[in-house]
């Protein structure tokens, strides 16, 4: 899972800098905020559920 995330965060990065990009440029840009905010939130939740994973990882090896 190491580096695997790392692109995956860096491909949502990516798809919404173009898609903000070109709101931007097309005079949308309320729906060019709402866009970034999507990307930011996916990514959160992404982040969410590997510091979920640690926090198992942590109670397995502590036998809670």
Do not use: R, W
């Amino acid at each position: 899972m190491g580096i695997d995330i790392i692109f995956k965060i860096a491909g949502v990065g990516i798809i919404t800098a173009v898609t903000n990009q070109i709101l931007k440029y097309s005079g949308k840009d309320e729906i060019a905020m709402l866009t970034t905010l999507a990307g930011v939130i996916i990514v959160l939740f992404m982040v969410i559920n590997m510091i979920n994973e640690l926090f198992d990882t942590v109670k397995t090896l502590f036998n809670f």
